[in-house]
């Protein structure tokens, strides 16, 4: 912004100078003319600035080269033009000539340029891979496992980055005196390594670490912030202290949830009540997938399979629980239709 102001101000007075310097006193109004031209330039330069932002440096260099390229192929052909009689003969048309060539030929190297640009390979100065967005896992999504799934069927491939803190943290878990915690840690440690073996897949050690900040979240943060990364993440808390302070999140919960097939009310289904629900009659159940259902009037059919039918979804950010009821009584619901005899 400073820059910028002190551009605006070198622009205005430049154009007011100039003109003051161009101009006798008797034509005074072409002073702050001058003033408002070179205020005009300074909004433009800015301007051009903005948009040149939006290109890569290889688009540019190459828009240049090619721009370069086809002026001197104009002046080539401008050159030869020189041996034809009729040219010679009619030299004010030259110039004209020249200039038509040069907008053409500049024309066509600027555009191509810049769009071929990433065709071109020679000597290893070949099309630069955009580097990927850093992604960073957090604890809680090693130690889950469930990642470690997806990056072997292929849809996540490049560089994962897990950050020292969090190595320590997994290794601080392991070592735990409590058996959970530490059969914990040393699952994640476990699903690091079986990461590293991954065709695709390269684990990145961050050393990078913040002293004065404390708490294995915070820090994650605060990388993620520096080095505008993405974070990996099961932790419901950490997605939305994240969110909150502008920060990329990948919830593998959200993936799991997205994946999970769609249920429509009116659909049924057969299903293992496993334990009774929390009101009075209802019978808990559970897809292969984790998604509970609420099965109404199903208590005393606990340890049974029976047919269900879905009635609603509730999704909700802790995942999806389906409402259903037992088919048999839903269809005794069902109004019948009366005959009337002739």
């Known amino acids: 912004m400073i820059i910028r102001m002190i551009l605006i101000a070198a622009c205005s007075i430049s154009g007011f100078f100039i003109a003051y310097l161009t101009y006798p006193p008797s034509q005074w109004w072409a002073w702050p003319v001058g003033f408002i031209i070179g205020l005009a330039i300074a909004f433009f330069v800015i301007k051009m600035e903005q948009d040149i932002r939006k290109f890569s440096l290889r688009i540019i260099l190459g828009g240049v080269v090619g721009c370069v390229v086809g002026l001197i192929i104009a002046f080539l052909l401008a050159y030869g033009l020189n041996f034809v009689s009729n040219i010679k003969q009619n030299q004010e048309v030259v110039p004209w000539i020249y200039a038509l060539l040069t907008g053409i030929m500049g024309y066509l ?157 009116g659909e049924t289904m057969t299903v293992k009540i496993i334990k009774e629900g929390k009101e009075p009659g209802q019978g808990v159940a559970y897809l292969d997938d984790g998604t509970m259902i609420i099965v109404d009037n199903a208590q005393k059919f606990q340890s049974s399979v029976v047919d269900v039918l879905v009635t609603s979804v509730l999704q909700t950010t802790a995942g999806r629980m389906i409402f259903s009821e037992m088919k048999s009584l839903a269809v005794d619901k069902k109004p019948f239709a009366l005959s009337s005899k002739s």
């Open 109 to 265: 190297g600027l555009v191509l340029g810049s769009k071929k640009i990433e065709e071109f390979n020679i000597f290893g100065f070949g099309q630069a891979k955009e580097p990927d967005e850093a992604r960073v896992l957090d604890t809680s999504v090693i130690i889950d496992g469930r990642i470690a799934d997806v990056c072997d069927t292929g849809f996540i491939e490049g560089t994962l980055v897990v950050p020292r803190f969090v190595l320590d943290e997994l290794q601080y878990i392991a070592d735990s005196s409590d058996s959970l915690k530490r059969s914990r840690g040393r699952r994640g440690l476990d699903i690091l390594n079986r990461m590293q073996k991954m065709a695709g897949i390269t684990i990145e050690i961050g050393e990078q670490d913040f002293p004065k900040i404390k708490g294995v979240d915070a820090k994650l943060v605060a990388l993620a912030r520096k080095t505008n990364a993405k974070i990996l993440t099961n932790d419901f808390n950490l997605n939305k202290v994240a969110e909150l302070q502008g920060i990329k999140i990948l919830n593998v919960n959200e993936l799991a949830n997205a994946l999970k097939p769609v249920v429509l009310p």
